[in-house]
Antibody, heavy 119, light 106 residues
Framework: EVQLVESGGGLGQPGGSLRLSCAASGFTFSNYWMHWVRQAPGKGLEWVSRINSDGSSTHYADSVKGRFTISRDNAKNTVFLQMNSLRAEDTAVYYC????????????WGQGTLVAVSS | DIQMTQSPSTLSASVGDRVTITCRASHSISSSLAWYQQKPGKAPKLLIYKASSLESGVPSRFSGSGSGTEFTLTISSLQPDDLATYYCLQYDSYSTFGQGTKLEIK
């Protein structure tokens, strides 16, 4: 069974940093791209970032480009999201997601971790 | 970047009604479109992929159609459990979600 478990959320200061983690199990992690998606309170879903299977290629939404960095450790089956220069508008539930069928949408999601940015 | 325009933003319907939600892409995305159902406090659930393929375990009252820039999600006979917000997702060029449709049961 595919499982994705996010951690690392919490209260962050404006201008500060947080690092999210997503631990994967139930599939061959090193073969698949991983994504982060967020949802601000009461708002819709926003795709944030993705990383390819070996970590050599990344892409970001314009709203986080230059501030967030996605990375992965295939030995530990974990993907990370380093969030720097936090802003109030980064407040959201952050989900990691993946698809095992490249013709599909995101089939598998974590439970989400809440990031709140406030002084 | 590809933009997704989803309509309507809210929809009120009765049990048994046929319901249709639409997504329009700013550029052709072939059939690289998925539909999700999200209930409060939960992660999104994949319903449809490749515009019209039903995800395993999803009731057959859900169906999708379209290609290129125009797509629809149809619920053939609305059930009380379908109360949720629905999103489209394009995955042809990176990924973009539609704004969501909140479905209310009359």
């Amino acid at each position: 069974e595919v499982q994705l478990v996010e951690s690392g959320g919490g209260l962050g200061q404006p201008g500060g940093s947080l690092r999210l983690s997503c631990a994967a199990s139930g599939f061959t992690f090193s073969n698949y791209w991983m994504h982060w998606v967020r949802q601000a309170p009461g708002k819709g879903l926003e795709w944030v970032s993705r990383i390819n299977s070996d970590g050599s290629s990344t892409h970001y939404a314009d709203s986080v480009k230059g501030r967030f960095t996605i990375s992965r450790d295939n030995a530990k089956n974990t993907v990370f999201l380093q969030m720097n220069s936090l802003r109030a508008e980064d407040t959201a539930v952050y989900y990691c997601a993946t698809r095992l069928d490249y013709t599909s949408g995101f089939q598998h999601w974590g439970q989400g971790t809440l990031v709140a940015v406030s002084s | 970047d590809i933009q997704m325009t989803q309509s309507p933003s809210t929809l009120s319907a009765s049990v048994g009604d046929r319901v249709t939600i639409t997504c329009r892409a700013s550029h052709s995305i072939s059939s690289s479109l998925a539909w999700y159902q999200q209930k409060p406090g939960k992660a999104p659930k994949l319903l449809i992929y490749k515009a019209s393929s039903l995800e395993s375990g999803v009731p057959s009252r859900f169906s999708g159609s379209g290609s290129g820039t125009e797509f629809t999600l149809t619920i053939s006979s609305l059930q009380p459990d379908d109360l949720a917000t629905y999103y489209c997702l394009q995955y042809d060029s990176y990924s973009t979600f539609g704004q969501g449709t909140k479905l209310e049961i009359k």
